[in-house]
């Protein structure tokens, strides 16, 4: 649904001369400083690209599908290491977050993820636990008032940078079904639970994910 095609026009033109402008020109840049430039990020933040899908009353555009898709038409004409920035605050970073969140964590990190001010991963994929899901191994026992986190995560975009995780983990180990998933929610304590090995990230151009241990 496109609820004000004038509006969103003028968005996806503005998107489209940035496209042009200022991400094509620094594609070879990008590859070379294996990362995006920051003054692009700093201009992407400006434009609101973290926050394209984000309900409005959180900080975001609140585009609909239609309207998102339109955007990420004009920004596919670039490299798609440009997109997963802002990619994982605008999908997975976010929306579990918005459909299954506390009010408190929607009103403590949502509007941040918005803004770009903070980075967001999830976190389900394993070395040996891919499609199929529900056979991942990372664990979470509980401990007293915590849990003790366990495990090693593959493919995690931006995972040597975020500031949140979203992590899937086992409650119970016993149990091998696909009922005894945590989605844990955790702030980056570098370097304690996060040992993010960088694997050559920039592969024509294109963003390669993170493991994280
Ligand atoms: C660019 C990129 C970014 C990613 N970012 C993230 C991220 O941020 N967070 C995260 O958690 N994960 C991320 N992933 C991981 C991604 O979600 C997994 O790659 C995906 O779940 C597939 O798992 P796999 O690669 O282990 O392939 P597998 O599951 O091993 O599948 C290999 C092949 O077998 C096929 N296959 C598997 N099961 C069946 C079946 N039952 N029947 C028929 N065919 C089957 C698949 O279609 C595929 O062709 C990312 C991956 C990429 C490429």
């Not at 941040?112 to 664990?139: H, K, N, V, W």
Request: hydrophobic fraction near 40%; charge should be negative.
């Amino acid at each position: 649904m496109i609820r004000d095609p004038e509006l969103i026009n003028q968005l996806v033109d503005t998107i489209s001369r940035f496209v042009r402008e200022r991400l094509i020109p620094n594609e070879a840049r990008l590859a070379e400083e294996d990362a995006v430039p920051p003054e692009i990020l700093a201009e992407m933040k400006e434009m609101g690209l973290f926050g394209l899908s984000i309900p409005e009353e959180y900080g975001g555009l609140g585009l609909t599908m239609e309207e998102e898709a339109l955007v990420a038409m004009e920004i596919g004409k670039t490299s798609p290491a440009f997109r997963s920035v802002f990619g994982t605050n605008n999908g997975i970073g976010a929306q579990g977050i918005l459909i299954d969140g506390t009010e408190e964590q929607k009103a403590k990190y949502v509007p941040r993820l918005a803004t770009g001010e903070i980075l967001s991963s999830f976190c389900l994929t394993e070395p040996d636990s891919g499609s199929d899901a529900a056979s991942l191994r990372t664990t979470a026992v509980r401990d007293g008032d915590h849990y003790i986190l366990n495990g090693t995560k593959r493919y995690i975009t931006n995972g040597p940078e975020a500031d949140l995780f979203t992590v899937m983990a086992r409650t119970d180990p016993e149990n091998k079904g696909a009922g005894v998933f945590l989605r844990l929610l955790l702030r980056a304590i570098r370097p304690a639970w996060c040992a993010a090995r960088r694997i050559t990230r920039w592969v024509r151009k294109e963003r390669i994910p993170a493991t994280l241990f």
